[in-house]
């Protein structure tokens, strides 16, 4: 299970766990999909994606065509709203499409302005998408893991990632240095609670709200 749909009934929440389908491929899902490549128009009230610097310490280890096509989500947390029958929107929305879809999945792929090496080394967030009768609307919240909040704090990189980012300075630098928890992978519904989770460590509990 991948995505956790959430239906709104009487003022409260109730969550529903939904699969994903192997044959699709569905870019929503961040098991079993290669990766997702944020597209994004530049428009009032929407987020804005920043490039990390395309200097990066791991050198030639991170490909030209990864700088390119992933991006970070600029501060911890936005939303905005579109409205269903705005010029952006292709098609239409089903009238009884209502509630409200997460996805956990890396928001922040760089680490203090040093692009990783992996996209899945990247701190977690959290993606919403609510429907309602004329308008969705979307937010995003980076997960506060203890890794994120210090290093947002010291200003530098503190940790190694699961999949190959290591901080500069060699063998001696990277030693003893701890692998971080970025609950980045997984959205799910437990006993109520929406947990993020990561390929490794105990998951965290995020506020749907």
Not at 58 to 77: A, H, I, N, P, Q
Not at 104 to 125: E, T, W
Not at 181 to 193: D, E, L, M, P, S
Not at 200 to 206: H, I
Request: aromatic fraction near 10%; hydrophobic fraction near 30%.
């Amino acid at each position: 299970t991948c995505l956790v749909f959430c239906v709104e009934r009487r003022g409260s929440f109730k969550m529903l766990e939904r699969g994903c389908s192997f044959v699709s491929q569905a870019s929503w899902c961040s098991r079993h999909s290669a990766g997702v490549r944020h597209v994004h128009e530049a428009r009032p009230g929407v987020p804005v994606y920043s490039r990390p610097n395309s200097t990066s310490s791991l050198g030639d280890d991170t490909s030209e065509g990864y700088k390119k096509g992933f991006f970070s989500v600029k501060g911890d947390e936005s939303s905005y709203e579109i409205a269903t029958d705005s010029e952006d929107v292709h098609g239409r929305v089903p009238e009884d499409l209502s509630g409200t879809l997460f996805r956990v999945m890396p928001g922040k792929i760089d680490s203090q302005g040093d692009m990783l090496k992996s996209y899945y080394d990247g701190d977690g967030m959290v993606l919403g998408i609510s429907f309602g009768e004329d308008a969705v609307f979307v937010r995003h919240r980076c997960i506060r893991t203890k890794a994120y909040d210090r290093e947002k704090k010291r200003k530098k990189r503190l940790y190694r990632g699961l999949y190959g980012s290591v901080l500069s300075g060699g063998n001696l630098a990277n030693f003893a240095v701890k692998i971080k928890q970025a609950a980045n992978r997984f959205g799910v519904n437990y006993g109520g609670r929406l947990l993020a989770l990561n390929d490794w460590g105990l998951p965290y509990s995020v506020d749907p709200a």
